[in-house]
């Protein structure tokens, strides 16, 4: 007799097409165990294409709805979810059409898959409050630049050789579809903007400075690389538009 995890674990592989693992297990009761299973199988595959559809809503117009569930099909059996929670589901799903060989000739296709899940992942964040131009004026003068600062939890960045952003609005519902795919490449900052999820592209300076606070350093240091990129930066304009879009919060 298997252990709990191990039919659980024979259960699920069974729902991707490989029921010998549970075979002994499953009473047939007048159902066949491939037709008891494969019950479950659909219901599993569609679940999870309807997620991967959600999240990713210009992909599938992007490639067209068949295409995209046929994708799906490919994906969910190559990498079911780890975890219960669905809206964390389709993490790797760009990597994977990176790898798709059908998707070949669409090299533009995961990064527009990466915007939306940055979207997704702005949209199920934690909340968290970011620091306000009005809580800095409770500061003493002159330590903004050494202040413990991080990204709000909502934020992601995403540099691409494409022009994802102007794809993605392309492909909004009432748009034509039609973007320039030569007009070059871009810099994004995706985060949470109260109830809304919101993106724009950022001068290499400033995509320089996130990139920089994401990976912990301290705001002088962020300014630093800025500079470094752009030596015309306006270091005090970079700064009030970080505060005005709410990107910022102390550790």
């Known amino acids: 007799m298997p252990s709990l995890p191990e039919l659980q674990s024979?259960?699920?592989?069974?729902?991707?097409?490989?029921?010998?693992?549970?075979?002994r297990e499953v009473v047939a009761d007048g159902i066949a165990?491939?037709?008891r299973l494969?019950?479950?199988?659909?219901?599993?595959?569609s679940s999870l294409t309807a997620v991967l559809e959600a999240t990713f809503p210009v992909v599938v117009r992007l490639v067209d709805a068949r295409f995209f569930r046929f994708?799906?099909?490919?994906?969910?059996r190559a990498e079911p979810p780890r975890g219960p929670c669905l809206f964390e589901y389709g993490l790797t799903f760009p990597d994977f059409l990176a790898g798709f060989e059908p998707c070949r000739q669409l090299p533009w296709?995961?990064?527009?898959?990466?915007?939306?899940?940055?979207?997704?992942?702005?949209?199920?964040?934690?909340?968290a409050e970011a620091l306000s131009?009005?809580?800095?004026?409770?500061?003493?003068?002159?330590?903004?630049?050494?202040?413990?600062?991080?990204?709000?939890p909502s934020v992601s960045l995403l540099q691409s050789a494409w022009p994802v952003d102007a794809v993605w609005r392309a492909n909004q519902p009432g748009g034509d579809g039609v973007a320039d795919l030569d007009a070059g490449g871009v810099r994004l900052a995706v985060w949470r903007l109260g109830d809304d999820v919101v993106f724009r592209a950022l001068?290499?300076?400033?995509?320089?400075?996130?990139?920089?606070?994401a990976g912990g350093a301290r705001l002088a240091t962020a300014l630093e690389d800025a500079l470094a990129i752009e030596p015309a930066t306006?270091?005090?304009?970079?700064?009030?538009?970080?505060?005005?879009?709410?990107v910022l919060q102390c550790r």
Not at 38 to 45: E, K, P, Q, S, T
Not at 109 to 127: G, I, K, Y
Not at 234 to 246: H, K, P
Request: aromatic content about 6%.
């Open 33 to 35: 165990l491939e037709s």
């Open 234 to 246: 306006d270091l005090a304009g970079l700064v009030r538009s970080l505060l005005d879009e709410a």
């Open 109 to 127: 296709l995961p990064d527009v898959a990466r915007l939306e899940w940055a979207m997704n992942a702005a949209l199920h964040a934690p909340d």
């Open 71 to 76: 994708a799906c099909d490919r994906y969910v």
């Open 10 to 23: 024979g259960l699920r592989a069974a729902l991707l097409e490989d029921a010998t693992a549970v075979a």
């Open 38 to 45: 494969a019950i479950y199988r659909h219901h599993v595959l």
């Open 133 to 152: 131009a009005e809580a800095l004026r409770a500061w003493p003068a002159g330590t903004l630049e050494t202040m413990d600062l991080v990204l709000h």
């Open 203 to 213: 001068t290499p300076a400033a995509f320089a400075a996130l990139r920089v606070l």
